[in-house]
């Protein structure tokens, strides 16, 4: 389960959590500070989140264990549109 702080004050207190349901341990993500609102890609590999002060949307490797950082982009309009091809 991936999941973000609510926190309204201070934003680099925010964080993008995961939960391991066997477990049931929680861990931060690396790199997640000040962002918010995270959602798994379709098949797992990727966790997408938002930092909403600055309007970036920030893509992570959900698989690496560092939780790399692909895409780190400003949001310029409504829409998001990604491709990943799988070689």
Not at 26 to 50: F, I, K, N, Q
Request: hydrophobic share 45%; proline share 5%; net charge neutral.
């Amino acid at each position: 389960m991936v999941f973000g702080d609510i926190k309204i004050d201070e934003p680099s207190t925010h964080f993008i959590h995961l939960f391991d349901l066997r477990t049931g341990k929680l861990t931060s993500l690396p790199g997640s500070a000040a962002l918010r609102t995270a959602h798994w890609s379709p098949d797992g590999c990727y966790v997408a989140a938002l930092q909403y002060e600055e309007r970036k949307l920030v893509l992570f490797n959900s698989l690496a264990p560092d939780g790399t950082i692909l895409v780190n982009a400003a949001m310029q309009g409504s829409r998001i549109y990604t491709m990943i091809l799988k070689l």
